[in-house]
């Protein structure tokens, strides 16, 4: 696989360079299509990739963790350019600006190298829901890549890019991971903008990344984090603190250990619990019965009929042209009415509950990530029955509001993979990184990684290193005005004075108190920016402070005069346009001294 790791010490030694690898992954890519045809959806000019290799080549890496590393992105995330058609051709669009995580990859130095695979519109487990073909197992041709990130988890394992994006609202960032045998990380919730994506169920959707070891997942999950106000289930991360040397997992108790009869895999995940007892866990059985109907809301009650509110237009007009299974799916999504939706968002909000008390009896979950792999011709008869199967343990997580980290546990007699799933609350992501990567490492030496390299011992990233955000203010918080106290009060660090870009226009707020500006971008306006500070703060602290932002005003994105983005103020235009226009003044304390 093309570990990150790897990447960049070729880089850094002079054995590499970004277009040196850009021509190696192509004819990787190019190679792999005569095994399997069906892994990508599009692929980026080999002309542009050199060019934004060229421009890499011209910068110093010492500034971009991710210099120079190949990336996928699942064909449900935009980036600018290429065709997102949600594996629907009659869907597809061209977007002018790609996803926010994206961006935020490409500014780290990432290079998208194309879109992946999936199952149509993400509804799907087995990966076989797609008018572009069905990806295969790495392992075997006969079996799943599982879904509905199937593209995505076949092109990192078959060391095509070293990572690559998914998406997941039952399972579809781990059940891949499982059955290609590598890391499958699920954020928790909001932690990683959606904004770029199209919808399967809004409210629960994670973008998920597929990397060949922990390590590498964790580093990319850190550098696409941002809390976004764009997106209504973003939402920045308060970290947990890191699990201790001794710490209890919840396991499933003998009745509950479901395998459809795969007594290898049972054994497997006996031996997942040994490898985690040894690592100085301990084991506590939990009640399955709570998450298992966690699990059955996802498709029978409200998050069904959410799924068909994405596209409900398009699905109306356009259904003849879907994959006839997922066209089945959202045509059942009508028989709920509003009364079915709000029971089922009740039952919802009082299986959390449950949850919140199981917390109390153990740190984190280890459980199968799904009972067993599925042939394709398992799937071709049975393909709404093959399709459950899969989510078995899955499906309740984002309903529950968890994170989650698949990782390899081992290969049966087949040469086929196993794989297991730590699960814990939201925000303990970097907790349950520490853990998974030290599972990975131990387990590598007692279950075999025979198929893949084993993963370099890399230690994850501080936590300081993404938990500090930058935040530009314009107005009242600035410093020596009435409200720089409550930047105070945070702890925040002054890092610099600097500029918007030139498309910023400011205007004095009528009736407020103490008086304040608004900014709003417009586009194509051309003046000279507008004063700004920068400050840094802590995740948590910038939670608080942002929380006590009153209407108009918000946070978003600001893009500064030398074209670094930062969070900052922003202003509802049609608010903002109710004052005075004082852009001319360049910036809020200009105009207060002429007041």
């Known amino acids: 696989m093309l570990q990150i790791r790897d990447v960049l010490d070729a880089y850094r030694s002079g054995a590499l360079r970004p277009s040196a690898l850009v021509g190696i992954v192509y004819e990787r890519i190019t190679a792999y299509a005569q095994k399997d045809p069906a892994v990508w959806i599009s692929v980026a000019p080999l002309e542009h990739l050199l060019e934004r290799a060229a421009f890499l080549e011209s910068r110093s890496m010492d500034a971009l963790p991710l210099y120079g590393v190949p990336f996928a992105v699942k064909d449900n995330i935009d980036v600018a350019g290429l065709p997102t058609t949600a594996a629907c051709p009659a ?76 998406t997941d609202t039952a399972g579809s960032g781990r059940v891949p991971a499982a059955f290609n045998n590598i890391v499958g990380l699920k954020p928790s919730r909001g932690v990683l903008s959606n904004q770029g994506v199209v919808p399967a169920c809004k409210s629960l959707d994670c973008i998920s990344i597929f990397a060949g070891s922990v390590a590498d997942a964790a580093l990319v999950e850190r550098k696409a984090a941002s809390w976004d106000p764009r997106t209504p289930y973003s939402r920045p991360m308060v970290p947990r603190p890191a699990l201790g040397e001794s710490f209890r997992f919840g396991i499933l108790a003998p009745q509950d250990r479901f395998f459809d009869n795969d007594t290898e895999n049972a054994d497997l995940y006996e031996q997942a619990v040994r490898n985690m007892e040894a690592l100085g866990g301990t084991p506590v059985e939990l009640d399955y019965a709570p998450l298992r109907e966690a699990a059955e809301l996802l498709y029978n009650g409200p998050f069904v009929v959410e799924r068909i509110t994405a596209i409900e237009e398009f ?48 740190d984190v979950m280890l459980l199968p990530t799904a009972p067993r792999i599925v042939s394709r011709a398992e799937v071709k008869a049975e393909p709404i029955a093959a399709n ?25 007699g087949n040469g086929l993979p196993f794989g297991v799933t730590l699960i814990a609350p939201a925000n303990a992501d970097y907790a349950l ?74 205007f004095a707020l009528p009736d407020s108190t103490p008086p304040k500006p608004g900014m709003f971008r417009q586009a194509g306006f051309a003046g000279a920016g507008l ?64 007041m």
């Open 91 to 166: 869907f597809a669009y061209t977007p002018a600006v790609s996803a926010e995580v994206v961006q935020r990859l490409e500014a780290a130095g990432a290079i998208v190298i194309g879109k992946t695979n999936l199952d149509q519109f993400a509804t799907g487990l087995v990966g076989t829901r797609s008018p572009y073909g069905a990806p295969h197992c790495v392992f075997d041709s006969r079996y799943v890549s599982g879904g509905s990130s199937s593209g995505s988890a076949v092109a990192v394992a078959a060391g095509l890019v070293s990572f690559a994006l998914g």
């Open 315 to 362: 699905h109306r007009r356009h259904a003849a042209e879907m994959d006839p299974t997922v066209a089945s799916i959202y045509d059942n999504a009508r028989r709920y009415g509003a009364t079915d939706v709000f029971r089922g968002l009740y039952r919802q909000r009082e299986l959390q509950q449950v949850a919140t008390q199981m917390w109390r009896q153990f």
């Open 388 to 412: 459950s199967l899969l989510g078995t343990y899955t499906n309740f997580v984002n309903i529950l509001d968890m994170s989650a980290c698949a990782v390899p546990a081992g290969f049966r």
């Open 433 to 506: 990184a520490d853990l998974a990567q030290r599972y990975q490492m131990a387990g590598d030496d007692t279950i075999g990684m025979a198929r893949h390299e084993k993963p370099h011992p890399v230690s994850l990233p501080p936590h300081e290193e993404t938990d500090r955000v930058l935040l530009a203010v314009v107005g009242a918080h600035l410093r020596g005005l009435p409200l720089h106290f409550q930047l105070e009060r945070e702890n925040a660090v002054f890092r610099r004075a600097a500029r918007t870009a030139p498309d910023y226009r400011l």
């Open 531 to 594: 004063e700004v500070e920068i400050y840094e703060l802590s995740a948590a602290a910038f939670g608080r402070f942002v929380a006590s932002i009153p209407q108009p005003m918000a946070i978003g994105r600001i893009t500064l005069a030398d074209g670094e983005e930062v969070d900052g103020f922003l202003c509802a235009e049609a608010a903002a346009r109710n004052g005075r226009d004082i852009t001319a003044f360049g910036g809020w304390k200009n105009y207060l001294d002429t």
